[in-house]
């Protein structure tokens, strides 16, 4: 399991979860790409707006 969290920039909300799912699914570039913006991207946050769970 990787936890992660999620959190608005007031960091008046947050979530905790696993992102393994999105790591299994992620291509490599992805991967750097995210851990080139420490970790963080409102492109991630959006896209956890749609998934199950």
């Known amino acids: 399991?990787?936890?992660a969290?999620?959190?608005t920039a007031d960091n008046v909300r947050c979530i905790?979860?696993?992102a393994t799912p999105w790591f299994n699914e992620?291509?490599?570039?992805s991967i750097v790409d995210l851990a080139q913006r420490g970790w963080a991207s409102p492109a991630i946050?959006?896209?956890l707006e749609r998934r199950r769970g």
């Open 1 to 3: 399991m990787i936890h």
């Open 26 to 29: 992620a291509d490599a570039p």
């Open 5 to 7: 969290t999620c959190h």
């Open 45 to 47: 946050a959006d896209s």
């Open 16 to 18: 905790e979860f696993d």
